[in-house]
Nanobody, 126 residues
Framework: QVELVESGGGSVEAGGSLVLSCAASGLDSSNHCMAWFRQVPGKGREGVALRNSDGKTNYAGFVKGRFSISRDNDKNILMLRMNNLEPDDSAMYYC????????????????????WGQGTQVTVST
């Protein structure tokens, strides 16, 4: 049984940083396509960052240069480092996984991801 558990969300001021973590069990995140999505009430879920099974990454245009997706190989944890946060980054952030490889182009299609965490809330104030 696959389980993804996010943590690390919180409240920060604009310009601040957070590091989100996604602990995976029942799935080896090193050989799966893994991604971070986010969602605000009333809007659809949008892809933020992706890490393919070959280690290559890609990002949505609105986070490039500010966010970084990586994996802790020893602990099977997917991370999202978020710097220079903006109020528009406020959302529920979800970790997601799917098959071994995936197209790294954006936008990501959330319906193609089979595994989801419960989400962690990020709030950025002015």
């Amino acid at each position: 049984q696959v389980e993804l558990v996010e943590s690390g969300g919180g409240s920060v001021e604009a310009g601040g940083s957070l590091v989100l973590s996604c602990a995976a069990s029942g799935l080896d995140s090193s050989n799966h396509c893994m991604a971070w999505f986010r969602q605000v009430p009333g809007k659809g879920r949008e892809g933020v960052a992706l890490r393919n099974s070959d280690g290559k990454t890609n990002y949505a245009g609105f986070v490039k240069g500010r966010f970084s997706i990586s994996r802790d190989n020893d602990k099977n944890i997917l991370m999202l480092r978020m710097n220079n946060l903006e109020p528009d980054d406020s959302a529920m952030y979800y970790c997601a996984g799917r098959g071994t490889t995936c197209d790294r182009s954006f936008p990501l299609h959330h319906s193609t991801y089979a595994y989801w965490g419960q989400g962690t809330q990020v709030t950025v104030s002015t």
